[in-house]
């Protein structure tokens, strides 16, 4: 079974910094593209990033580009993304999804930026 | 302002058909296929359909999937009370590099 575990929201101030992890488990991790998409309270969804299987490309939406950065390691089926420079509109429910296609969704995990 | 544009609600007695319409451009819907998702408030979203018309393992054949150059739909038919919640369309851009959704669209169910 197909498991993917969020880790690492939380509350942050304005221009601070935050690492998110997902944990990934049931598939052969180092063969599918990943991706973050987010969810700001009582919005739609955005997607934020994604990396190639080796890690060789990424792509980023406008308005992370710059500050958010997405990598992952594959030894240990492991996906991330740091967040520097954060503003108040980066506050959302941020997911990582499997695939190309984002067949595979974990439950995510809350970001707040907030003083 | 989202770059694929999808009504806001949409409703529909059980028993009836129901459509959702996701209208991009040239450079997402008409160069790529779409895939549609399905929320459930306080959940996170599920793979309905991709690539155009394909449904997941999983998914009953009343969820379909259509596209025709710009735009593309997604039905519902047999609606049941359980099929409200929120659809989102999805696509990647080319002129982008992005993956652009729709501004999702909330089916009730009367």
């Known amino acids: 079974e197909v498991q993917l575990v969020e880790s690492g929201g939380g509350l942050v101030q304005p221009g601070g910094s935050l690492r998110l992890s997902c944990a990934a488990s049931g598939f052969t991790f180092s063969s599918y593209w990943m991706n973050w998409v987010r969810q700001a309270p009582g919005k739609g969804l955005e997607w934020v990033a994604n990396?190639?299987?080796?890690?060789?490309?990424?792509y980023y939406v406008d308005s992370v580009k710059g500050r958010f950065t997405i990598s992952r390691d594959n030894a240990k089926n492991s996906l991330y993304l740091q967040m520097n420079s954060l503003r108040a509109e980066d506050t959302a429910v941020y997911y990582c999804a499997s695939d190309t296609s984002m067949v595979n969704w974990g439950q995510g995990t809350l970001v707040t930026v907030s003083s | 302002q989202s770059v694929l544009t999808q009504p806001p609600s949409a409703s529909g007695t059980p028993g009836q058909r129901v459509t959702i319409s996701c209208s991009g451009s040239s450079s997402n819907i008409g160069s790529k296929t779409v895939n549609w998702y399905q929320q459930f408030p306080g959940t996170a979203p599920k793979l309905l359909i991709y690539?155009?018309?394909q449904r997941p393992s999983g998914v009953p054949d009343r969820f379909s999937g259509s596209k025709s150059g710009t735009s593309a739909s997604l039905a519902i038919s047999g609606l049941q009370s359980e099929d409200e919640a929120d659809y989102y369309c999805a696509a990647w851009d080319d002129s982008l590099n992005a993956w652009v959704f729709g501004g999702g669209t909330k089916l009730t169910v009367l």
């Open positions: 990396i190639k299987e080796d890690g060789s490309e990424k």
């Open positions: 690539s155009n018309n």
